[in-house]
């Protein structure tokens, strides 16, 4: 497990149906309480794989630096899945856009698509929705004490 914790790593992690893969969404972030407090973050670096249980092996989808990362991930059935994230946008200053990338198992494809670049003060409402579902899951997968 990449995760220093099991909370994060079931944040962090989303399983096929059929429970022969785990798409690691992010396996650089972390997650932390302090006080109540709850703070996403972790490496600065975001790394996203594909793990099969049945052979016990990793395959790494996608890796970057301080750039982009990833946040998402969603399976569409056996063989299917979908990763997104955020990247900067090149040659644009402060400004960044969405990607979003879908994996099919059946036919060894990959569909990506971009969205348009926006500018960072946008990008941070949705930077902010994003931590308030992490810290939301975070609560509900808690062991209470």
Do not use: C
Request: hydrophobic share 35%; net charge negative.
């Amino acid at each position: 497990m990449p995760w220093e914790d099991l909370i994060t790593a079931d944040i962090f992690t989303v399983s096929s149906p059929d429970s022969a893969f785990d798409l690691e969404i992010d396996t650089y972030q972390g997650i932390t309480e302090d006080q109540g407090k709850i703070s996403v973050g972790g490496e600065p670096d975001s790394r996203s794989a594909l793990y099969d249980r049945r052979r016990n092996r990793e395959t790494v989808l996608f890796f970057s630096g301080t750039p982009a990362g990833a946040h998402w991930g969603r399976w569409f059935g056996r063989r299917r899945f979908a990763l997104a994230g955020w990247s900067d946008a090149p040659d644009s200053g402060h400004w960044k856009q969405g990607w979003l990338s879908i994996y099919s198992g059946a036919d060894s494809s990959i569909a990506s698509y971009v969205t348009r670049i926006v500018p960072d003060t946008t990008f941070e409402r949705y930077r902010t929705a994003w931590e308030h579902w992490v810290e939301a899951r975070y609560r509900a997968l808690k062991p209470r004490t």
